[in-house]
Nanobody, 119 residues
């Protein structure tokens, strides 16, 4: 299962960006989809996850500012990021877990997309 991210870029503090990630390949189902991020010198951290039951979980640093959603028809997960801060600057990675058409489980990651918040 392959993941392709889009929507990153540069924005001023207080601005907004919307990330998208589309899954493709031999997909039987997608269970969880989510976003993680990694800033230089830091460990990768959870940003947000959405389950197949539409339950959502957020990292403490983004609660109230970021919103995760998904389109089952498009096999796509979105991350709406509002009130962006310089500390949100990082490489953002998409993640998806589920079952392939073969019956095997997968845990796939995208290549990462840069988000830079700077004045």
């Amino acid at each position: 299962v392959q993941l392709v991210e889009s929507g990153g870029g540069s924005v001023q503090p207080g601005g907004s960006l919307r990330l998208s990630c589309q899954a493709s390949g031999s997909i039987f189902n997608i269970e969880d989809m989510g976003w993680h991020r990694q800033a230089p010198g830091n460990q990768r951290e959870l940003v947000a996850i959405i389950t197949s039951g539409e339950n959502t979980y957020y990292g403490d640093s983004v609660k109230g500012r970021f919103t995760i959603s998904r389109s089952y028809a498009k096999n796509t997960v979105y991350l709406q990021m509002n009130s962006l801060k310089p500390e949100d600057t990082a490489l953002y990675y998409c993640n998806a877990r589920g079952i392939e058409s073969s019956g095997k489980r997968y845990d796939s990651w995208g290549q990462g997309i840069q988000v830079t918040v700077s004045s």
